[in-house]
């Protein structure tokens, strides 16, 4: 749904704001040209270490790979339309190829967070397995984790597709633009707001909340665990600080993402809910600016979490570069 951001975007700038075009026009470039690069290096090196690491092919290892790679698609896919957009302020391409850009540029974006959220809610319960019944088989087992990560693919793009028949390229006030066309496509009697309210209370709001009540039952188990069956005392301890070593990454990425997947949500039942956009002041466009850097940002922040917090990813990272 982020269309609906670039759309607040573009042309609601009022004329009586103090701006500087050709600044900000540079400012925006640099900070979407640097979120690209970190974002494609670095959570292409994460699933390359993943790969060629044997003993990193793990269940929660497999889902923070598959939430790389949907992180991969949303600055692909969204950074060089949103650059263009910057000295062009219209959709380049018409015809047949415009309208299928148009359709897959926006639908595997919020794909990727579809995906993203789901395999986040995955970790939370992999972590949970593991903490809270360390002595019973995984919640999801390496058999049993592609067919997880296949599953939130399948959910994403059904999800998702009434992006693909709603969007379209138009021609509006002499420049081509992108942007759904719900009620033309699915009739008058189809509510576009409760679209976008269910798709927020789904992907959003229940999943923080239920990822939020996992990670409170593991810390409180965590807090108060000894974990039985250990040989030695220190065996115990240091099975335990690796637990709390990947439960550190697993809420620094969570974190991450809420501030990035509340702040979206906010902004779409704002849009939707509101006239807010209709009637944009000087702030509007500068807010929805704010929204998209942070989702794209978010792409970019997810590895380099996994090498902040997590002994592996760096060992193996410097073991590449050598």
Not at 20 to 43: D, Q
Not at 184 to 203: M, R, T
Request: glycine share 4%; charged share 15%; net charge positive.
């Amino acid at each position: 749904m982020l269309e609906k951001v670039n759309t607040t975007m573009n042309g609601t700038q009022p004329s009586s704001c103090d701006w500087n075009p050709t600044a900000e026009k540079i400012g925006k470039t640099f900070a979407y040209c640097l979120i690209f690069i970190v974002s494609l290096a670095g959570n292409t090196i994460v699933g390359i270490i993943v790969y060629k690491t044997k003993t990193m092919r793990k269940p929660i290892n497999f889902l923070i790979v598959n939430m790389a790679i949907s992180d991969l698609l949303l600055p692909i896919f969204v950074i060089p339309p949103e650059i263009q957009m910057l000295y062009i302020d219209s959709w380049l391409i018409g015809g047949p190829l415009g309208q299928a850009l148009c359709k897959l540029t926006y639908f595997l974006a919020d794909v990727s967070t579809a995906v993203s959220i789901q395999s986040l809610v995955l970790i939370a319960v992999d972590r949970f397995g593991a903490v809270v019944y360390p002595l019973r088989p995984p919640l999801i087992s390496s058999k049993l984790c592609p067919f997880f990560i296949l599953a939130t693919w399948i959910v994403a793009i059904a999800v998702n597709s009434p992006e693909l028949f709603a969007l379209k390229v138009v021609d509006y006030q002499g420049k081509l633009v992108c942007k759904p066309h719900w009620n033309e496509v699915f009739g008058e009697s189809s509510s576009f707001e409760n679209y976008v309210l269910s798709y927020a209370v789904v992907f959003n709001f229940i999943p923080l909340v239920l990822i939020a009540i996992l990670y409170i039952i593991i810390y409180l188990k965590l807090k108060s665990q000894k974990i039985p069956g250990e040989q030695s005392s220190n065996a115990g301890q240091q099975r335990q600080q690796r637990e709390r070593n990947v439960l550190k990454m697993a809420i620094a990425i969570v974190l991450g993402f809420a501030v990035c997947s509340l702040s979206r949500a906010i902004f779409w039942l704002i849009f939707v809910l509101t006239d807010i956009i209709i009637e944009p002041n000087c702030g509007v466009p500068y807010f929805a600016y704010v929204v998209l850097f942070v989702a794209l940002a978010n792409c970019a922040v997810n590895p380099c979490i996994c090498f902040i917090f997590s002994g592996n990813y760096r060992k193996e990272l410097k073991a590449l570069l050598k």
